[in-house]
């Protein structure tokens, strides 16, 4: 039995993803197997929170007092430098393609991870 | 080999007063006696869920509480495409001789049994609980996400997308059962209030009470018979972060296996019952089911191709974004209609030809689909 490491949805800021050692398959939502192949034997791993905006979508109209003190805030799917997509917040004005890192932010009674654009450093080949 | 033989739909929005078991129970009564049936002769019972009323065993208490004892019954849940999965289902089982009438029925009071917001956040929990749901999302941004990624990839506006609310809303029109019977214009739809952007709050269907219910039989009942002549499923994942490429989603799977299960070509199509939860929803299965060329579905709503009198008219009684949304019932609206259309019942929104037609539900965020097609026998 893998012993389940904490991370951002346990309140501790890291995103982790697990690698299968048989398959080499990466997953972002943990279990005990690898969803590719079914096998045991993963590797679990922390993120470095580089990827690049996939899709978003700026919320507006939330449902519940706690998520409405933070309207507008946008929902993010960022595909990581790891290879696994995830959800998560980012600034309200990141667009498809943007290269970004993340940071973690207090919402709803949480920490969640915040993408922010990457600021291209002068003499950047990129 | 089974047939649809009697539908019922009541109309949508308000229903003060009505519970879920009330809303299946007039929709039901409304098909049975459609198809020209006594409640005894239903031996079959499939129906959805209420997230008003939540139950591990929702079918056996609607069967007692309409009063029918059947020798199948179970409730099912796949989302927005419950109504299709139970009639694939209904359509299997009288085709395999487990019963000869099966009552499909969904229905909910879903506006006035709940607030809005309760509606928002149990839908919302179709998202990952720990990975999704934390971050506080809610379904139109599950949906927005999708939105903005295909009008990213396939140069698809909002404007483009306002057409889908300001066709539905055309077609709502025609029917009093709608919810909606103010017209509204692409200019509407873009100053509506933004619920999760790209998505304004015309982008987004209602919440709604309704109900709806068919029958699917063995043999046909009376002279118009409308036969199911094949459907299929594909369901590729269940969480919006876990969703394949746009191009390898589900709805193309499942029309792939539909057409090969029937051997229905799209050409062959005369009507179009099409799921649109949102107008991205629209929009996207529209041109995943072939029925428009890539990010060319809303020059076709603008061209009439979907209105009642064009070449393939499309959720002619208002869809979910006009007629209303009410959960299971929601996209059982669109099979009723059909078969309304498809047997020349359909009054002053009757196109001219629904020989044969086809449906698809979508469930979750493009999760699950069931497409079927439909085809008059005379």
């Not at chain 1, 096998?39 to 519940?64: C, D």
């Not at chain 2, 309704?210 to 590729?236: L, P």
């Amino acid at each position: 039995m893998n012993e389940r490491p904490a991370d951002w949805t346990r309140g501790v800021e890291v995103i982790r993803y697990q690698v299968c050692r048989t398959c080499g398959a990466t997953q972002y939502f943990r279990r005990n197997f690898c969803a590719a192949c079914g096998a045991t034997e993963l590797t679990e791993n922390q993120a470095s929170g580089e990827g690049t905006v996939y899709a978003t979508s700026l919320v507006a109209r939330a449902a519940t007092p706690e998520t409405r003190a933070h309207v507008p805030y946008n929902i993010v799917l960022v595909d990581t430098a790891e290879g696994f997509r995830m959800m998560a917040h980012g600034q309200n004005d990141l667009a498809i393609g943007d290269r970004v890192t993340a940071r973690f932010v207090q919402f709803a009674g949480r920490i969640v991870p915040y993408f922010e654009r990457v600021k291209l450093s002068k003499g950047s080949t990129e | 080999m089974s047939y649809i033989t009697g539908v019922g739909l009541m109309s949508y929005g308000k229903h003060e007063g009505s519970s879920s078991l009330d809303l299946m129970s007039k929709a039901a009564e409304l098909a049975i006696a459609d198809a020209g049936l006594k409640r005894a002769e239903i031996d079959g019972i499939l129906c959805g869920y209420s997230t008003v009323s939540p139950h591990i065993m929702l079918a056996t208490v609607f069967a007692e509480h309409f009063g029918i004892r059947p020798s199948y019954a179970h409730a099912v849940q796949v989302g927005g495409a419950t109504g299709l999965a139970m009639t694939m289902l209904a359509h299997h089982l009288v085709d395999a001789g487990v019963a000869k009438h099966v009552l499909v029925v969904g229905g909910e009071n879903r506006l006035t049994g709940q607030s809005r917001d309760a509606s928002i956040v149990a839908l919302a929990q179709v998202g990952h609980p720990d990975y999704e749901v934390t971050l506080g999302p809610t379904i139109p941004a599950y949906y927005g996400l999708v939105a903005t990624r295909y009008m990213h990839e396939y140069g698809v506006t909002q404007e483009d997308l306002a057409e889908f609310a300001v066709l539905m809303r055309a077609h709502a029109l025609a029917h009093p059962g709608a919810q909606f019977h103010q017209p509204i214009t692409v200019a509407d739809v873009m100053a509506s209030k933004p619920v999760a952007l790209p998505l304004k709050l015309l982008d987004c269907c209602p919440v709604s009470d309704g109900g709806a219910a068919v029958v699917i039989s063995r043999e046909a009942t009376s002279a118009a018979q409308v036969r199911i002549r094949g459907c299929a499923q594909a369901h590729t994942h269940q969480h919006v972060t876990a969703a394949p490429a746009l191009s390898e989603l589900g709805a193309e799977i499942a029309i792939a296996k539909a057409k090969a299960a029937s051997g229905v070509a799209i050409s062959d199509v005369r009507y179009a019952a099409v799921y649109d939860s949102f107008t991205i929803t629209l929009a996207m299965l529209l041109e995943d089911l072939g029925l428009a060329g890539r990010g060319e579905a809303a020059a076709r709503v603008r061209a009439g191709h979907f209105s009642r009198e064009g070449a393939m008219p499309l959720n002619t009684h208002g869809g979910l974004l006009s007629y209303g949304h009410c959960g299971v019932g929601g996209a059982m609206a669109h099979l009723v209609e059909t078969h309304l259309q498809m047997t020349g019942r359909a009054g002053n929104r009757q196109v001219k030809d629904a020989s044969i037609a086809l449906l698809h539900g979508d469930g979750g965020v493009l999760s699950s689909h069931v497409s079927m097609f439909l085809e008059r026998v005379r």
